[in-house]
């Protein structure tokens, strides 16, 4: 287990919180790690930083991410991997689309990828207050376009709807997208519709990230080891996919969106 | 073509692999993935009354050739994993339903149900080592292990596979309670009990602190329990611990195991594993100039 001190907090909105610490590994955009913080819990979270300092941004939902959240800068925090498989940039002109703290699994391939394509990212959150690293969007070089639902900045709808009207006017290549499983969905079918394959990057309740333990299941995937990306086919024919999850005892419930 | 196929009593098995318990056996689709992955068999993830969320993370660490866990025995409770059973039977391979409890009684309800839900067999952990009054804090003590099996081979008709902690002073003792209390075979070992501490955190990193070591680490002290096993009890014996490669399916099997299990091998192999273990062994064999696997069960013990 690698233990580092978090170097550096930057609090994104009042739910969201990046927190930085030297790497010392290598990791490839759309992995993600285990975070132990001592005495309470280890989770995981997709890498929104990959380098010589690595980050994570975290949306406060529960015990773990609030105790997260009280931390200070030089406190210590375990890290295990990087996990699990990376995106794979296909094609010249991308269409990213975020929802929520989706971008955060997202930032690292935009700016891997801004590098030599022409790439528009699409954020969407509930308001102006929750969209998330808008500015360092604009700083990688990528086109950014803004949805709230509540009309508080930029498209006045769900950013899967935005995404609709993009897909109308451009001709993208591909499309990759982290977020609710609803909004995900949605950008499968925008996908069939206009011709565009799609990459999804999913999330399940984690004990290993190894693919052993069996608990991030999703139908006969494992979202760790097989994923956390696949390609929107994949995933979308899934008896699982935006119906169930697994609780941490393995029994099927019911998806509450969460995001 | 050397002949793969192998038995442990009345279970008739395709090819001597078997999913361990504990790995990808909580769900049914990971189960058949697991089958047609080529696996001769698939053990489900221990399963009690109740529904168990186990311990919090972490539960599992990889240490160097060696997994470390606390998992605790989560599982959805018995009458949830009908839905599971009921799918993961349709697969090609026998599905063994491993069950835990703290009594004979709750060990039969269990194995009345695994049989009702169309397990092949069944398998009694009594060897957890990281679960308060369940698991080896039982099945330590070979009276336990007889009752128990004794208890369960009484109200079932499938064969009945006790599974046997290496946390003992004689795993022989254990072995033969087993057979007294009417086992169709033995599965030898369940994880050794350890721990990890970080010195950084200064503290253990299993929440739980304790947990079980499983992985190639462990293969010389499950292959050593097997040997042992086989010289002093007439019981079929599953092997378990380690193995990752054919040969390491080997040692076991050359150490009298009829069959082997593999639970941490997926970490780095993934579902394909027992396919690949398969593979190395039936190109072993032909290397030998052996037809079957018959040939080298036990082989060990002739020297
Ligand atoms: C690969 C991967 C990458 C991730 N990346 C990030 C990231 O970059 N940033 C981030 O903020 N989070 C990320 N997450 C999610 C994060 O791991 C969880 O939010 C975190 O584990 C919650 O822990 P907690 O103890 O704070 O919440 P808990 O106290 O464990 O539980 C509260 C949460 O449980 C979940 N929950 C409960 N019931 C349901 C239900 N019916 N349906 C769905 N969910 C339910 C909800 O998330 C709820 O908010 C990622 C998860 C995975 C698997
Ligand atoms: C994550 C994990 C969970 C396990 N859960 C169980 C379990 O529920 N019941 C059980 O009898 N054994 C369980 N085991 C033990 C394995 O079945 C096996 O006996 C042990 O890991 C040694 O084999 P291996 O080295 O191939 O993993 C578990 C092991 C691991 C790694
Ligand atoms: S978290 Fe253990 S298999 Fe994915």
């Not at chain 1, 975020?98 to 590098?115: D, H, N, Q, R, Y």
């Not at chain 2, 339903?97 to 009594?103: Q, R, V």
């Amino acid at each position: 287990m690698l233990i580092r001190k978090i170097e550096k907090i930057v609090t994104e909105s009042h739910h969201t919180k990046s927190f930085y610490f030297k790497g010392g590994f290598d990791a490839n955009p759309g992995q993600f790690v285990m975070i132990w913080i001592p005495g309470v819990d280890e989770i995981p979270m997709g890498l929104s930083t990959i380098g010589e300092t690595m980050g994570i941004t975290v949306h406060s939902v529960g015990v773990a991410t609030e105790k997260l959240h009280s931390f200070n800068e030089g406190d210590k925090i375990g890290i295990r991997g990087p996990y699990g498989n990376s995106f794979d940039i296909q094609g010249s002109k991308l269409l990213v689309i975020a929802g929520g703290t989706g971008i955060a699994s997202l930032m690292p391939v935009v700016e891997v990828a801004v590098k030599d394509r022409d790439v528009d990212v699409a954020i969407g959150a509930l308001t102006k207050e929750e969209l998330l690293f808008a500015r360092r969007v604009e700083d990688s070089g990528a086109n950014l376009k803004l949805a709230t639902d509540d009309g508080s900045e930029g498209f006045h709808g769900f950013v899967s709807d935005l995404a609709g009207d993009l897909l109308s006017e451009g001709d993208y290549d591909q499309m990759l997208t982290c977020g609710p499983e609803a909004m995900m969905k949605k950008v499968i079918e925008l996908g069939r519709e206009h011709n565009v394959r799609t990459q999804v990057s999913m999330e399940r309740f984690m004990r290993c990230g190894i693919g052993v333990c069996g608990s991030c299941a999703f139908d006969g995937l494992r979202i760790c080891a097989d994923g956390p990306v696949f390609d929107g086919e994949e995933v979308y024919g899934k008896g699982d996919f935006n119906k169930h999850r697994r609780d941490p005892a393995g029994k099927r419930t019911p998806l509450i969106p969460n995001l | 073509m050397v002949d793969l196929s192998t038995s442990v009593g009345k279970l008739q098995l395709r090819n001597p692999t078997m999913l361990a318990s504990g790995v990808l056996g909580e769900t049914a689709e990971l189960l058949l993935r697991v089958a047609d992955s080529g696996a001769g068999a698939v053990v489900t993830k221990s399963i009690g009354l109740e529904p168990r969320e186990g311990h919090p993370n972490p539960t599992v660490i990889e240490m160097e050739h060696a997994l470390l866990n606390a998992v605790g025995l989560a599982n959805p409770g018995i009458e949830a994993f009908k839905e599971e059973m009921e799918v993961a039977t349709k697969g090609a391979v026998p599905v063994i339903g491993s069950i835990f409890g703290k009594n004979v009684d709750e060990f039969t309800k269990l194995a009345v149900k695994m049989e009702e839900f169309g397990a092949t067999a069944v398998e009694l952990n009594l060897s957890c080592p990281h679960a308060e009054g369940l698991g080896h804090e039982i099945g330590a003590d070979p009276k336990n292990v007889e009752e128990i099996t004794k208890g369960v081979k009484g109200s079932v008709s499938i064969p009945v596979f006790p599974k046997l902690t290496p946390n003992v002073k004689d795993i022989v003792e254990l072995a033969d309670a087993a057979a007294k209390g009417g086992a169709d075979g033995v599965v030898a070992i369940n994880t050794v009990r350890a721990m990890a501490i970080s010195p950084e955190a200064g503290m253990p990193i299993l929440a739980n602190k304790i947990g079980g070591l499983s992985g190639t680490a462990i293969r010389p002290i499950g292959v050593r329990c097997v040997y042992e096993i086989w010289e002093e009890v007439p019981i079929p014996v599953i092997g378990v611990g380690g193995i990752s490669t054919g040969m390491d399916a080997l040692e076991y099997l050359m150490a009298g195991a009829s069959a082997v299990q593999i639970g941490s091998g997926v970490w780095i192999g993934g579902p394909e594993v027992f396919a690949s273990v398969c593979k190395e062994i039936e190109e072993f064999l032909e290397r030998n100039g052996h037809s079957s696997l018959n040939d080298v069960l036990g082989a060990a013990h002739s020297c």
